[in-house]
């Protein structure tokens, strides 16, 4: 995997226009159960990082892929990134890198940002989590960044309704918890990556969150707080995230549909 000509489109400045993307791989995957870290897990016998990575790959916007490893785990992520090619294409010349990550997935995010180039202009931000989005998801994401959104996060509606809860914690742990609200449905959505974004859009996003040490669940959140507007774009069923252990029976699955139907 090498650095190949870049893949973007010529800006209004006449510059060219790259995309890259961070993967976020370095977390452990307690609610997977015990085991590899969740990354490196099999999905259809290949890690779902490496899904991830084709994922992110197989975007013809895509030049620079960012894989953010455990802190302790790059040397052997970048040697099993070795082990399985991009994607069946052999003109395919995606640059990969492999950075170590940190204890949050915030803080992984900013190693993982540090490592791309000022050139880039458009920076996506998936979850290794998340391996089977669809080529299309990731595709609109950019364009809508390069038609101008700074910040562009894809998501779906929910299926079910929401209840905010008042936390039962401490001593109180385990009793019911009482509900104080449940915000109208049709106002909220569910939301997956890759969320896209204007290159120096999210690293003030991610400066801002440092300096004040508060966290976010998702980088979207950080550039909210900035008072910089993020927008939707359709989200997709198969972009799911891996958390639990159905997720992965899942994953299997759609693994399988895809092969019968396409010979993936
Ligand atoms: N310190 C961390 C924590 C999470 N992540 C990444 O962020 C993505 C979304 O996180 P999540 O699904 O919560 O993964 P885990 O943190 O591994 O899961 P869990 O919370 O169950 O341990 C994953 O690709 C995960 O590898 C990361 O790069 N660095
Ligand atoms: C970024 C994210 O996938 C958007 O839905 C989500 O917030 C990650 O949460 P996690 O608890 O780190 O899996």
Redesign the pocket.
């Known amino acids: 995997m090498s650095a190949r000509p870049d893949r973007g489109d010529s800006a209004a400045s006449g510059r060219p226009a790259r995309t890259a993307a961070v993967i976020?791989?370095?977390?452990?995957?307690?609610?997977?159960g015990p085991g590899a870290p969740?990354?490196l897990r099999p999905l259809n016998g290949t890690p779902m990082l490496v899904h991830a990575v084709r994922a992110m790959a197989g975007s013809r916007s895509v030049s620079l892929v960012v894989v953010?490893a455990p802190p302790d785990g790059a040397d052997e992520v970048r040697r099993l990134l070795d082990a399985y090619p991009l994607s069946g294409s052999l003109t395919d010349t995606t640059e990969v890198v492999v950075v170590p990550?940190?204890?949050?997935?915030q803080?992984?995010v900013r190693k993982g940002l540090a490592a791309v180039p000022e050139t880039v202009t458009t920076v996506l931000v998936h979850?290794?989590?998340r391996p089977l989005v669809p080529v299309d998801t990731v595709d609109a994401v950019v364009a809508a960044v390069r038609d101008g959104a700074p910040a562009v996060v894809p998501a779906l509606p929910l299926s079910d309704t929401v209840k905010q809860v008042e936390p039962r914690i401490g001593e109180r742990a385990g009793e019911p918890e009482p509900v104080v609200g449940t915000p109208e449905r049709a106002l909220l959505r569910a939301v997956q990556t890759p969320q896209g974004f204007d290159r120096a859009t999210l690293v003030a996003a991610h400066e801002k969150v440092a300096l004040e040490g508060e966290g976010a669940t998702d980088d979207a959140g950080m550039v909210e707080r900035l008072g910089v507007e993020v927008v939707v774009v359709p989200g997709h069923e198969e972009a799911f995230?891996v958390?639990r252990p159905l997720d992965l029976v899942l994953a299997e699955a759609v693994l399988a549909r895809r092969r019968a139907n396409d010979g993936f």
């Open positions: 976020p791989a370095a977390g452990r995957g307690v609610r997977l969740k990354a953010v990550g940190g204890e949050t997935r803080e992984s979850d290794a989590a995230k958390t």
